[in-house]
Every structure is written in structure tokens, then in C-alpha cells.
């Protein structure tokens, strides 16, 4: 048995800016693709050092 030990009430204007968030996300995504799990395994890997480089050039 299991128990719901959150509860979350949202007002009627909070859902609307919910998802007039989600719509202009999903707008400003639209280049994104979808790839095939056959894609993503032909995709390269990076290997340690070359996640390493990435992030320093991105600041992460």
C-alpha cells in the first residue's frame, strides 16, 4: 500500500503559466531531433579527457 506523502494545489492561474512556460520551452527547442537508439550508438563517445576539454570550453 502505498501513501501520497506530498500534496500539491495549484490555482488555475498558476497552470496557465505552467504551461504557457512549457509552450514557449518547447518553441524555443524546436531544432531539437529525436535520435534512434541506432543513431545514439553510432553517435562517437567522448572519452575522459575529451569530457574533460568540453566542459572547460563550456564553462562547465
Given at each position: 500500500?502505498?501513501k501520497?506523502l506530498?500534496?500539491?494545489?495549484?490555482s488555475?492561474?498558476?497552470?496557465t503559466?505552467?504551461?504557457?512556460?512549457?509552450?514557449?520551452?518547447?518553441?524555443?527547442?524546436?531544432?531539437?531531433?529525436?535520435?534512434?537508439?541506432?543513431?545514439?550508438?553510432?553517435?562517437?563517445?567522448?572519452?575522459?579527457?575529451?569530457?574533460?576539454?568540453?566542459?572547460k570550453?563550456?564553462?562547465?
Open positions: 500500500m502505498s501520497n506530498a500534496t500539491l494545489n495549484l488555475d492561474a498558476e497552470v503559466a505552467i504551461d504557457a512556460t512549457i509552450a514557449q520551452l518547447e518553441q524555443q527547442l524546436s531544432g531539437l531531433v529525436a535520435l534512434s537508439n541506432t543513431d545514439k550508438r553510432r553517435a562517437a563517445k567522448l572519452g575522459e579527457k575529451s569530457g574533460i576539454s568540453v566542459a570550453r563550456c564553462g562547465c
